[in-house]
């Protein structure tokens, strides 16, 4: 279990804006979004079989920068994506997330895509992610 201290440390880098389980994002993988464009195509993504869909959250491209992470496609619910460490470096911000398995042994029997979309100020340092 994380201590409150390195919780309140991985979480003073971003905030989540949005994390579900319906991405229709079959890969697992991290795309970092710096442009309305690519914003857009990636919420017409996640908001493909959904009516109605989910706002799209609004973004200052000039001072913040978005990161898609998506756990793959699962055959059952109970997974999420959680930000597991953020390393600040001179001129980097990298972001690693990890898909995380719920506990029990109860779950959805149902295919899922598990997601998260965190906002982070980029303070003219270079943003990655890797999951």
Same mark, same amino acid.
């Given at each position: 279990?994380?201590? #409150?201290? $390195?919780?309140?440390?991985?979480?003073? !880098?971003?905030?989540?804006?949005?994390? %579900?389980? /319906? &991405?229709? +994002?079959?890969? @697992?993988?991290?795309?970092?979004?710096?442009?309305?464009?690519?914003?857009?195509?990636?919420?017409? @993504?996640?908001? &493909? =079989?959904?009516? #109605?869909?989910?706002?799209? #959250?609004?973004?200052?491209? $000039?001072?913040? =920068?978005?990161?898609?992470? !998506?756990? %793959?496609?699962? &055959? =059952?619910?109970?997974?999420?994506?959680?930000?597991?460490?953020?390393? /600040?470096?001179?001129?980097?911000? +990298?972001?690693?997330?990890?898909? *995380?398995?719920?506990?029990?042994?109860?779950?959805?029997?149902?295919?899922?895509? #598990?997601?998260?979309? *965190?906002?982070?100020? +980029?303070?003219?340092?270079?943003?990655?992610?890797? *999951?």
């Amino acid at each position: 279990m994380d201590t #409150p201290e $390195k919780t309140f440390g991985l979480t003073s !880098y971003y905030d989540v804006l949005l994390e %579900g389980n /319906n &991405s229709n +994002h079959e890969s @697992q993988e991290t795309i970092v979004v710096n442009s309305e464009e690519g914003l857009q195509e990636l919420m017409a @993504q996640i908001n &493909s =079989t959904r009516k #109605p869909g989910l706002k799209i #959250p609004s973004v200052n491209f $000039k001072k913040e =920068t978005l990161i898609f992470a !998506y756990g %793959g496609q699962k &055959s =059952t619910g109970g997974f999420s994506v959680d930000v597991t460490e953020v390393r /600040n470096e001179k001129n980097l911000l +990298h972001f690693n997330f990890e898909l *995380i398995k719920g506990e029990g042994d109860i779950a959805t029997m149902s295919i899922t895509t #598990p997601f998260k979309v *965190i906002k982070v100020k +980029h303070d003219d340092k270079k943003i990655t992610a890797s *999951i």
